[in-house]
């Protein structure tokens, strides 16, 4: 097993070439590959795609299943992984599988920001607290699937760069 140095090494010096690639693809297919009619320019697919890599390789590793270099990353916020490391097996197909790691962790983490604000918005009404930041963040959070239905021009990149980055990192592992 790779160490932390040598995932972030991969990730960083991977995404070197990947902004050619991307820019070309989405300069040369876009339309085609999206499925959608063609509303950013290469240079936003681009920086879409990289941007999602990147931050699946560097903060939604495969290896937030394990306590380790990544889940202390997320600084105050790892908590949000605990439950993740229990109920996902180190280097089980749902952490270091292609598609389904680096989605199933988006879709993970969107979840325990959802219930987190739930929680935290009961707890509020319950003691009588102001609950307005808290609604604006449940509306915000009720506004992402639509978004990402509605928009597969820019959701599309994204799920790609989250997939190639937990690729890559699957990759380096199992070499």
């Not at 300069?27 to 990147?54: D, E, F, I, K, R």
């Not at 908590?79 to 280097?91: A, D, E, M």
């Amino acid at each position: 097993m790779a160490s932390y140095k040598t995932h972030d090494r991969v990730t960083i010096y991977s995404a070197i070439p990947l902004a050619p690639l991307c820019y070309w693809a989405a300069n040369s297919y876009s339309p085609m590959l999206w499925g959608h009619p063609l509303t950013t320019t290469p240079l936003a697919t681009t920086l879409l795609v990289v941007g999602a890599y990147l931050f699946s390789g560097l903060w939604l590793s495969n290896d937030l299943d394990i306590d380790s270099r990544i889940y202390r990353r997320w600084g105050p916020l790892r908590w949000l992984w605990y439950p993740y490391q229990k109920w996902v097996s180190h280097r089980s197909w749902l952490s270091h599988g292609f598609a389904i790691g680096p989605l199933g962790r988006m879709v993970y983490l969107y979840g325990m920001i959802e219930l987190t604000l739930l929680v935290t918005h009961q707890l509020l009404l319950r003691v009588g607290g102001s609950t307005e930041a808290i609604e604006a963040g449940l509306s915000l959070t009720a506004q992402v699937w639509p978004y990402v239905t509605a928009n597969p021009h820019m959701s599309v990149p994204v799920a790609v760069g989250l997939v190639l980055g937990g690729l890559s990192h699957s990759l380096v592992d199992f070499a």
